[in-house]
């Protein structure tokens, strides 16, 4: 046979897998009215996310963290976040539950690039006023060389029952907060077979 009739081909419509990026998101909440307003974060970045990073996210009520096996599986899960959602009432101070857990997975935290987000809700919050819960989460933030992202909204003092909607309903939301997430430059690292 002769060689120069041997060609290699190459298909052009080979399919190329494309890795996605890890991105690990741990959302603490307090009740009902802060997790459903966590979870309108949530929907939105995994709507506009999704196609290139590997969502894995795990939730945990605040009030839950007491048993010890779940406070320390909420911390380390945390600590390796790239993302860490505290959605909270307004208060004059940090509930004990949340300032006991971010203060352990603030402890174990590495220098890895990460985001903190508080979503807080409250009655008419005064958009002059410094939330102490935002300004301690800011502090917890600068302390672990995260970035920061803080959104505040209005909320009826009783809890209010979880209401079905839609995907595109939750996702629109936290809109100025998800516009300022996602337009902030990130830059997490990519662990490839040849990096």
Avoid at 70 to 75: F, M, N, P, R, V
Avoid at 165 to 184: G, K
Wanted: net charge negative; with cysteine; glycine share 2%.
């Amino acid at each position: 046979m002769n060689n120069s009739t041997i060609t290699n081909r190459t298909p052009d419509s080979a399919p190329h897998w494309e890795p996605k990026f890890p991105f690990d998101l741990v959302i603490a909440y307090e009740d009902t009215t802060t997790r459903n307003r966590a979870l309108s974060l949530y929907d939105h970045l995994a709507q506009q996310l999704l196609d290139d990073y590997d969502f894995q996210c795990s939730w945990w009520k605040l009030g839950h963290l007491g048993n010890h096996s779940l406070h320390e599986q909420a911390s380390d899960a945390a600590a390796e976040a790239h993302m860490v959602v505290v959605s909270l009432r307004a208060a004059l101070e940090v509930p004990e539950s949340a300032r006991q857990w971010t203060e352990s997975w603030l402890a174990k935290r590495g220098d890895q690039k990460s985001a903190l987000v508080t979503v807080i809700a409250g009655d008419h919050l005064d958009p002059r006023k410094v939330c102490p819960i935002q300004a301690y989460m800011h502090k917890v933030a600068r302390a672990a060389n995260m970035d920061f992202f803080a959104h505040r909204f209005d909320a009826p003092d009783q809890q209010v029952p979880f209401v079905r909607s839609t995907l595109s309903d939750r996702a629109t939301m936290v809109t100025p907060l998800m516009e300022e997430i996602l337009d902030h430059k990130w830059t997490f690292p990519r662990w490839g077979i040849n990096e």
